[in-house]
């Protein structure tokens, strides 16, 4: 069991002692130094160690930039592995690596290139990396065809890879380790027959990540609707917060309904165009359907679908 001495003098208890620390640090009474550098979709507080980052258990209120101390105050070697995180490993790599927000080592990795050569930086920004824009679309589906085959350099492109790689040896090799694990995730359904693609989204700051479940519907999601395909695009936007994008695609591919969910109702205007971009796809590709908007409650759907009395326990990967 790890204590978390947080600025405001409340203790927190954290979901799991990294992985990378010395064995000096993780003995009994050790001390380790972190700093708040995030929050995760459900409220955790996310903090970097020197071998780790790791999702507090608890929902303090802890300024991001906070400084804060963990004390081991348990043997690692006779401590029980939180439920949580057994289930996780169980489950398959997707119920650990959604809760992060954003992807560090592709974020270290095209520092790395921007660094040693930005002209083929920008190339990659422009043609690879998904992004708000005209290109989305198609980078979308770049990233998701690379990702089945589980290949990164598939995907980043042979000569930044090689860059990256003798620029900051053992980055690349760690990021076609998470590349590997995120390509099984989106392959093997876990719970709830869900399958899970993390995609990283390029917003000229930082990496942030989008999570896609997929799965085929069942006969409760709605009625008359055996084999159509269920969607839903979950992520954190900085001014309104929790978003899903929830779709119900019809086995034919005649029609795609579609409901967007948000912790606060979206401004009638943003509605109005929403539609009127919605209609006009409709119009264009022949496919019928209809979008509607439920906030204040959201009615999220929550993932992954762990145990209610595990779920709140998790490392970040």
Do not use: C
């Not at 080592?105 to 043609?127: C, G, H, I, K, M």
């Not at 990702?147 to 003798?166: F, M, N, Q, Y």
């Not at 942030?208 to 997929?214: K, M, N, S, V």
């Not at 085929?216 to 929790?242: C, I, M, P, Y």
């Amino acid at each position: 069991m790890v204590r978390v001495d947080a600025p405001s003098g409340a203790p927190v208890s954290a979901s799991s002692a990294q992985p990378g620390a010395t064995p000096a640090l993780l003995a009994k009474g050790g001390i380790i130094n972190a700093t708040v550098v995030g929050r995760t979709a459900g409220g955790q507080p996310i903090i970097q160690t020197p071998g780790a980052t790791i999702a507090l258990d608890g929902r303090g209120a802890i300024a991001i930039g906070s400084k804060i101390t963990l004390e081991i105050l348990t043997d690692p070697a006779a401590a029980k592995p939180p439920a949580a995180a057994s289930a996780i490993l169980r489950a398959g790599a997707g119920e650990a690596l959604f809760r992060a927000t954003g992807w560090n080592t592709l974020a270290q990795a095209l520092s790395t290139l921007e660094n040693a050569d930005p002209a083929r930086f920008q190339q990659v920004v422009q043609n690879t990396l998904p992004q708000p824009g005209t290109k989305l679309g198609a980078q979308l589906l770049f990233f998701l065809t690379a990702l089945r085959g589980g290949d990164l350099r598939s995907w980043l492109g042979e000569a930044p890879s090689k860059l990256v790689e003798r620029e900051r040896p053992g980055t690349l090799a760690r990021l076609g380790g998470e590349f590997q694990m995120m390509s099984k995730a989106a392959g093997e359904p876990s719970a709830g027959d869900w399958r899970l693609a993390l995609i990283p989204l390029y917003n000229h700051e930082r990496v942030e990540q989008i999570r896609l479940f997929q799965r085929r519907a069942k006969q409760n999601d709605t009625e008359d609707e055996s084999g159509s395909k269920r969607f839903v695009l979950d992520f954190t936007l900085t001014r309104l917060g929790h978003f899903q994008i929830d779709g119900l695609v019809k086995a034919d591919n005649s029609r795609v309904d579609l409901i967007i969910r948000t912790e606060r109702p979206l401004d009638h205007k943003v509605q109005v165009e929403i539609g009127q971009i919605y209609n006009a796809a409709a119009e264009l590709t022949g496919i019928g359907g209809g979008v509607a908007f439920q906030a204040a409650p959201g009615n999220f759907i929550e993932f992954p679908p762990l145990d209610p009395a595990e779920a709140r326990d998790g490392l970040i990967v």
